[in-house]
């Protein structure tokens, strides 16, 4: 800039100024710099107005679930309540004959956790042997497992209905296991090809190395699964427990065909069985919607980053 | 004398430090060789032979060929519950993906407070159906719901939505998007976040624009991620059913919302017709089985891996 042309008059000056600046180039990456923060704050914005959007229906399920319902049908719909009527919680869970909500989150909690017990083990043991024990027929074995995984699970609900019906059980009122919580949980300890997939990729990575040192020093197949790969596989096992916990907790279709009475329910079908009884009660009904989401938000929160993880190894929901 | 020579060669050849484990194997693998013969694809075969039968759980089973598969083909409520999960799917794949890599583009940007915006785009997918699809159901509601309510803001007339045979489809379209977005946004940014940067400064070099470095190199190098959401959106989106208990359950499903599991649900375990059901099951399967075939075949034309 000092450099710059020597001139005179004030409008050459300002001329010369003005080129000086085009020619080295610096309000450019000002302009950019603006068009930047302006591109940025559009940006927000629409973010942030659409990530409200996501949210306005657990919003409005909370709002709701603490009016009243003249509040409900009476005040503007956003418009918060009067006053927090928890008085909804409480008639939700007192709502059906015989049973509270509580005993249907038991049994929930229940399932979830004997699902999420049964996958960890069972699949992480198919997961050591596809991946660390050489045996033959395992690549045929494993693609068997895996053509199951892309079968919709629709196709098995028959037969295994049927399966379920027939087995005999002395100590249900049916005779078998139909009306039992069993058919729930009974196959999640019997291995499955999606967990056994996620951890074999997991155990793949593990070092052969590190097997073979404890080999010479005389561990067993067994003392090397529990001892080596089940503690550096820490990560993959919590995503795992995560997703079986979730679908299990979420899921309707199973319990809806296996259950018959209400104290063996879980929060879905009690849901939907309270969806029927109490039509256009919708302060109470949100306010069990927001009972059964709470434990999946709670655990969102804590565990965001395994959920991630999950999803983007997998891209399955359930 | 020939067999045992050869299988000490066999061993021989794979004398290393885990030979002799075979047998380990079986022990890992015995809850699941349980599990694959009695829960996954034992019954699957099963599922077959069952839809060839007239079986009411009752009375034993009736042989009947392929009876089941001729009804169904002349059966309205089944075309019906066809039709409408095609719909579904034809509508919430494309539009749910589209969505996604629009967010997924945004959210991609290394801006203040993002982990807490993407958690909002994130939470829908880990809640159940059936407990969204209550608030849903008080959104649509034709007597005080939120979207009556809102649209009445700006002067469009009430809708009845659900029990609206024009809007109850999209409806649940609407619901579905809304809960399944976060899972593609996941995917894709998973994908964005594993392209090299060089390609990008490769592109800057020759003076590429944003938006040409967006459809040369971003969308190019993502197809995989997109190949692979779009597959599992397809097999998801023809299992639709939680959605349709909730939300159209009040009562029963009608012409404008029977999907094709629910048409399996209701014929097998409401009905007992245990040979219908898994012949629709099996219609579904082969569906699924077909349009992947498909899917995958056209992956050499779009699909670039790097």
């Known amino acids: 800039m000092t450099a710059g042309p020597v001139t005179t008059t004030p409008a050459a000056q300002v001329a010369a100024v003005s080129l000086a600046e085009r020619g080295s180039g610096r309000p450019l990456p000002a302009r950019r710099a603006v068009m930047r923060r302006s591109r940025r704050i559009v940006l927000y914005s629409v973010l942030i107005v659409g990530g409200v959007l996501m949210m306005i229906p657990f919003l409005w399920m909370v709002i709701t679930s603490l009016k009243t319902r003249a509040e409900v049908f009476g005040a503007a719909p956003l418009s918060l309540p009067s006053g927090a009527h928890w008085e909804n919680y409480v008639t939700m869970w007192n709502a059906l004959p015989g049973v509270t909500f509580g005993t249907f989150f038991l049994n929930s909690l229940k399932l979830a956790l004997l699902n999420t017990g049964g996958q960890l083990v069972t699949c992480s043991m198919a997961a050591y042997a596809f991946a660390a024990i050489p045996f033959r027929g395992r690549g045929p074995l494993f693609g068997l497992l895996l053509a199951t995984l892309i079968i919709p699970s629709q196709v098995v609900l028959v037969p295994n209905f049927i399966l379920w019906r027939s087995l005999p059980n002395p100590f249900s009122e049916s005779g078998s296991f139909y009306g039992t919580q069993e058919p729930l949980w009974v196959g999640a300890w019997l291995g499955g090809a999606f967990g056994t997939f996620l951890l074999r990729q997991f155990f793949l990575a593990i070092p052969a190395e590190l097997a073979d040192a404890a080999r010479v020093d005389g561990a067993n197949p067994w003392q090397i699964f529990t001892r080596i790969y089940l503690p550096l596989a820490k990560p993959a096992l919590a995503t795992l427990a995560i997703f079986t916990f979730m679908w299990t907790w979420n899921d309707l279709l199973n319990p809806l065909i296996y259950l018959q009475r209400l104290d063996q329910y879980t929060t879905t079908v009690g849901l939907a069985f309270f969806q029927g009884q109490y039509v256009g009660k919708w302060p109470e009904m949100m306010a069990g919607a927001m009972v059964s989401l709470a434990p999946m938000i709670i655990l969102f929160v804590v565990a965001q980053q395994y959920f991630v993880r999950g999803i983007a190894l997998s891209g399955l929901k359930g | ?306």
């Open chain 2, 1 to 306: 004398m020939a067999l045992p020579i050869r299988l000490g060669v066999v061993a021989r050849r794979r004398r290393g430090p885990r030979a002799g484990e075979g047998w380990w194997a079986l022990l890992f693998l015995a809850p699941t060789l349980i599990g694959l013969a009695l829960l996954s694809a034992g019954p699957i075969l099963a599922s077959l032979g069952i839809s060839l039968t007239d079986w009411d759980l009752l009375t034993p089973p009736q042989f009947v060929g392929v009876d089941n598969f001729v009804s169904l083909a002349g059966e309205d409520r089944f075309l019906v519950a066809l039709r409408n999960t095609a719909f579904y799917t034809l509508l919430s794949v494309p539009i749910g993906m589209v969505l996604a890599l629009a967010l997924a583009l945004a959210l991609n940007q290394p801006l203040r407070g993002i982990a807490l915006i993407r958690t909002a785009y994130f939470l829908p997918v880990v809640t159940s159906a059936t407990a969204v699809g209550l608030v849903w159901s008080w959104i649509y509601s034709p007597a005080s719901g939120l979207l009556n309510e809102v649209i009445g803001v700006v002067g469009l007339p009430p809708q009845r939505w659900i029990s609206d045979p024009f809007w109850a489809m999209p409806s649940i379209i609407a619901m579905s998007v809304w809960q399944g977005l976060g899972i593609n946004v996941i995917v894709f940014l998973a994908g964005l976040q594993a392209i090299p940067q060089e390609y990008y400064d490769a592109a800057a070099v020759d003076g590429a624009a944003r938006w040409s470095r967006l459809r040369h190199v971003t969308l190019p190098l993502l197809t995989p991620s997109i190949f692979f959401t779009g597959i599992l959106s397809l097999i998801g989106a023809f299992q639709i059913f939680d959605q349709v208990y909730i939300l159209a359950r009040p009562g029963r499903p009608t012409e404008a919302t029977i999907t094709l599991v629910y048409f399996i649900y209701e014929s097998g375990f409401k009905f007992f017709r245990m040979g219908e059901a898994a012949a629709a099951s099996w219609i579904l399967f082969l569906i699924v089985a077909v349009l992947t075939v498909i899917y995958f075949r056209s992956q050499n034309r779009w699909v670039h891996y790097q």
